[in-house]
């Protein structure tokens, strides 16, 4: 007989029918992307998308093309862990893509050189404000987020304005600034200090140490315990004393600094700003979170699961490529993909609930 635990109402618990964390599956479905893009290589290309049978890089893995796959996903992935977080607590966000372009085009120009090669920076968008230290153009750019989500969360949570109308407005002004700070202009030439924050791998490394942090935030703090409650049920976790609509703001406002992190790191590694950035980072991130199991009803989901997720994009990103197939097909792949996760989420739910 299978040991069985005493639970609320007189309700006991088999401890052999506990369900499979749902992170396993996310990994066995980036293992099985990977076997089919290997097997499709091998077939039409004749090559390995993954591993290097000439032993180039010292080991038997394609260590090119592994960074790549990493270094692609990077930027929008530290967008998805706010993401990630927003849609546990029940909501959605909008904006993030917004927030990015203008945050870059913000905190840029608070990091440019007066002079190139002796000449006067001709990208220069204010006089005497140049070769300031880099942690300049970083709290600018923070107090950017702090600011589009602070007004997000405030919208939500006291004028009770449904999420997705309110990060819509704030996608829509947030682009409007990024196009008006500059007229439309790029913004370019930051110092080297700056440059440095995109430079490399540093994005991968950015993007996994933020993934640690909140992994141990929404595990094992108040925080985390709180944005679960709220995204389960928000009425019994207002009657069990959370502050529900200040902590709907603080998750927003995480959120939205989160995507302008990424706006810092996008225009280092470009070394220039531009109105356009960040277009449809919002729904890419969405559909790495959705990927990664996070369920759209809110209360389920987790960042290692997002951080599979975006694992799951940048394979199908570059096993495309690797395949010499037009860009419009990972659209549509990844179009696919979204609906059936979310699709089996559903089914998930039902079989769930008709177990209890």
């Known amino acids: 007989m299978s040991k069985s635990s005493q639970g609320i109402g007189g309700l006991t618990f088999d401890d052999k029918k506990k369900a499979r964390a749902p992170e396993w599956n996310v990994f066995f479905a980036l293992i099985l992307i990977v076997v089919i893009f290997e097997g499709l290589g091998a077939m039409l290309m ?7 049978s000439a032993d180039r890089f010292g080991s038997i893995f394609n260590e090119a093309r592994l960074k790549i796959i990493i270094l692609q996903v990077s930027i929008i ?30 905190a840029m120009s608070f990091a440019q050189v007066a002079e190139i090669n002796g000449m006067a920076n001709p990208k220069l968008m204010f006089d005497g404000i140049s070769d300031l230290p880099v942690l300049v153009p970083i709290i600018v750019g923070i107090l950017c987020g702090v600011l589009a989500g602070g007004i997000n969360g405030a919208l939500i949570a006291y004028t009770k304005i449904p999420p997705f109308i309110a990060t ?16 439309g202009q790029p913004i370019s030439f930051p110092t080297d200090s ?50 529900v609509e ?37 729904l890419d991130a969405i559909a790495m979170t959705v990927i990664g199991g996070v369920s759209l009803s809110g209360g389920r989901g987790s960042i290692l ?40 989420d559903q089914y998930r739910q039902k079989r769930n609930a008709a177990r209890m």
């Not at 819509?168 to 007229?183: D, E, I, N, Q, T």
């Not at 924050?197 to 925080?223: D, E, N, Q, R």
């Not at 994009?313 to 419009?328: C, P």
Request: no cysteine; aromatic share 10%.
């Open 305 to 344: 699961g997002t951080v599979l997720g975006a694992l799951i994009f940048g394979v199908i990103i570059s096993g495309f490529t690797f395949l010499r197939l037009d860009a419009y097909y990972q659209e549509m792949v990844k179009g696919v993909i979204i609906v059936g996760a979310v699709v089996l």
């Open 77 to 106: 992935g530290i967008i998805a862990l706010g993401s990630t977080q927003v849609i546990i607590l029940g909501g959605i966000d909008l904006s993030p893509g917004s927030i990015v372009g203008a945050t870059a085009m913000i």
């Open 46 to 52: 004749g090559q390995s998308l993954l591993f290097d």
């Open 246 to 282: 200040r902590h709907k703001v603080l998750v927003y406002t995480i959120a939205a600094v989160l995507a302008a992190l990424a706006a810092i790191v996008l225009s280092s590694k470009n070394l220039t700003a531009q109105a356009g950035m960040g277009v449809m980072y919002e």
């Open 168 to 183: 819509l407005g704030m996608m829509v002004f947030a682009r409007g600034v990024a196009k008006w700070w500059s007229k």
């Open 194 to 243: 700056y440059a440095a924050l995109g430079a490399g791998m540093t994005p991968v490394f950015i993007f996994i140490a933020l993934a640690i942090l909140f992994h141990l935030i929404l595990k094992y703090t108040v925080y985390g315990k709180h944005t679960y409650a709220i995204g389960s049920n928000e009425q019994a976790s207002r009657m069990s004393g959370i502050k």
